[in-house]
């Protein structure tokens, strides 16, 4: 491949969609709950995920404390706005009855959680019988939103022992992306990082190196998709409260 067809290709890049395939995917699976059910948001945020909830009763909550600056470590936000939330709590004590929710959502939460599992305690307490779990958190992440920042990552098997000694059944656990799109989406972030820990801006023939190595990915990433199992940017996960 020439450079003139390197640098105006259309398709997008490998390493790109890890948002927008996961936003995909929660939409379709909001819309899959029936019209007027309650949802709980919980480690709602800024309310990010509000506008796929319009045909339900939403409600949202949060711990509140995160700020945008954080302890100044890793990836801040700068800024962040928690006024908008419904109830502002901690995930594993929301003062709300037994089985009032029948749907929970918790977005890429878990890795901002102390003690998730006792989060999947208290999910489960919120939950009416047969009610819907939503869940997606990284299956490897990098520092971001410090100090609150406890885990780097939850595979497949953190959902099916936990989920099942809390009374759920999964119904759905995918993966985002795979091995070679994670790869990418890391090489995005090599002039970020260069110019932030190495103090050094990255050469023309750097760039162009990078730009080559994501397209071979993209390429490896439609060939080995079953690379997920080892790694990927996260787990989407539905589970059926049976107990």
Same mark, same amino acid.
């Given at each position: 491949?020439?450079?003139?067809?390197?640098?105006?290709?259309?398709?997008?890049?490998?390493?790109?969609?890890?948002?927008?395939?996961?936003? %995909? +995917?929660?939409?379709?699976? $909001?819309?899959?709950?029936?019209?007027?059910?309650? !949802?709980?948001? /919980?480690? =709602?945020?800024?309310?990010?995920?509000?506008?796929?909830?319009?045909?339900?009763?939403?409600?949202?909550?949060?711990?509140?404390?995160?700020?945008?600056?954080?302890?100044?470590?890793?990836?801040?936000?700068? %800024? +962040?706005?928690?006024?908008? $939330?419904?109830?502002?709590?901690?995930?594993?004590? !929301?003062?709300? /009855?037994? =089985?009032?929710?029948?749907?929970?959502?918790?977005?890429?939460?878990?890795?901002?959680?102390?003690?998730?599992?006792?989060?999947?305690?208290?999910?489960?307490?919120?939950?009416?019988?047969?009610?819907?779990?939503?869940?997606?958190?990284?299956?490897?992440?990098?520092?971001?939103?410090?100090?609150?920042?406890?885990?780097?990552?939850?595979?497949?098997?953190?959902?099916?022992?936990?989920?099942?000694?809390?009374?759920?059944?999964?119904?759905?656990?995918?993966?985002?992306?795979?091995?070679?799109?994670?790869?990418?989406?890391?090489?995005?972030?090599?002039?970020?990082?260069?110019?932030?820990?190495?103090?050094?801006?990255?050469?023309?023939?750097?760039?162009?190196?990078?730009?080559?190595?994501?397209?071979?990915?993209?390429?490896?990433?439609?060939?080995?998709?079953?690379?997920?199992?080892?790694?990927?940017?996260?787990?989407?996960?539905?589970?059926?409260?049976?107990?």
């Amino acid at each position: 491949m020439d450079l003139t067809k390197l640098l105006f290709r259309k398709k997008p890049l490998a390493g790109k969609q890890n948002e927008a395939d996961r936003l %995909k +995917w929660l939409e379709k699976t $909001l819309q899959q709950i029936p019209a007027g059910s309650i !949802i709980l948001d /919980a480690g =709602a945020g800024e309310l990010a995920q509000k506008k796929y909830c319009t045909h339900l009763n939403y409600v949202s909550q949060d711990f509140g404390e995160y700020d945008g600056s954080g302890d100044g470590t890793g990836l801040q936000t700068k %800024k +962040w706005d928690n006024s908008k $939330l419904d109830i502002t709590c901690d995930i594993v004590a !929301i003062p709300e /009855a037994d =089985a009032s929710f029948d749907a929970i959502m918790c977005v890429e939460v878990f890795e901002h959680l102390p003690e998730p599992i006792l989060a999947i305690k208290e999910f489960s307490r919120l939950l009416k019988k047969d009610g819907v779990l939503v869940l997606t958190a990284p299956f490897c992440s990098l520092t971001h939103f410090a100090p609150f920042h406890f885990y780097t990552g939850f595979n497949r098997y953190f959902y099916e022992k936990h989920l099942a000694e809390h009374g759920f059944e999964i119904v759905e656990i995918t993966a985002n992306g795979n091995f070679f799109e994670y790869v990418a989406q890391e090489l995005h972030r090599m002039r970020f990082c260069a110019k932030k820990y190495a103090k050094s801006n990255l050469s023309l023939l750097d760039r162009l190196a990078i730009l080559w190595i994501q397209i071979r990915l993209g390429k490896l990433s439609e060939k080995g998709n079953d690379s997920n199992e080892f790694l990927c940017y996260g787990l989407q996960v539905v589970a059926r409260k049976r107990v």
